[in-house]
T-cell receptor, first 110, second 114 residues
Framework: EDQVTQSPEALRLQEGESSSLNCSYT??????LFWYRQDPGKGPEFLFT???AGEEKEKERLKATLTKKESFLHITAPKPEDSATYLC???????????FGTGTQLKVEL | NAGVMQNPRHLVRRRGQEARLRCSPM?????VYWYRQLPEEGLKFMVY????????ESGMPKERFSAEFPKEGPSILRIQQVVRGDSAAYFC????????????FGQGTRLTVV
């Protein structure tokens, strides 16, 4: 069965304290690895799609990387506005559906 | 360019009633996906539709749930005879082509069954 596991479940950082979120996956025929940000009461906001091991993408303070078994979301010098739940998902099912992890709840404090 | 629009944002139904959730995809997007998010759980795939066609409904419960995406108008997720366990946030996503690029989500409909 396809599975996506995220760690840690929750992370508390001080402003400016860089860290990484982990997403490990066991997905047959993975066709892409997606990262989303979700604020309370809102829908997931698209961040990145990664397609092959070794690929990296950046957006402001976020950088996503992909290996054959896991993906990392690196957050450099985070700010309080980066506080959110970060979701990763593997594209499976012949490219029809995303299998989501349960997310990492990030809180950045002043 | 408006994003994916879902309505209503909040819906309260009594047990046994029907719930109809609507999703208008982004302009130019003809692929729609429905997901359900239960409290303390991740998003779970329900169904994938293109205009007038159900492509993959492997995540849909066998009974009481149905989905459509007509030629004109929004996609509809219908839940008949709702039960308390149907209480969840239901999200719709759309993409311009099959899910190999970006997929954009709406703000969701939060269904509460009382």
């Amino acid at each position: 069965e396809d599975q996506v596991t995220q760690s840690p479940e929750a992370l508390r950082l001080q402003e400016g304290e860089s860290s990484s979120l982990n997403c490990s996956y066991t997905v047959s025929g993975l066709r892409g690895l997606f990262w989303y940000r979700q604020d309370p009461g809102k829908g997931p906001e698209f961040l990145f799609t990664l397609y092959s091991a070794g690929e990296e993408k950046e957006k402001e303070r976020l950088k996503a990387t992909l290996t054959k078994k896991e993906s990392f979301l690196h957050i450099t010098a985070p700010k309080p506005e980066d506080s959110a739940t970060y979701l990763c998902a593997g594209l499976t099912g012949g490219g029809n559906k995303l299998t989501f992890g349960t997310g990492t709840q990030l809180k950045v404090e002043l | 360019n408006a994003g994916v629009m879902q309505n209503p944002r909040h819906l309260v139904r009594r047990r046994g009633q029907e719930a109809r959730l609507r999703c208008s995809p982004m302009k130019g997007h003809s692929h729609v996906y429905w997901y359900r998010q239960l409290p303390e759980e991740g998003l779970k795939f329900m169904v994938y539709l293109q205009k007038e066609n159900i492509i993959d409904e492997s995540g849909m419960p066998k009974e009481r749930f149905s989905a459509e995406f007509p030629k004109e108008g929004p996609s509809i997720l219908r839940i008949q005879q709702v039960v308390r366990g149907d209480s969840a946030a239901y999200f719709c996503a759309s993409s311009p082509q099959p899910l190999s690029t970006e997929a954009f989500f709406g703000q969701g409909t939060r269904l509460t069954v009382v």
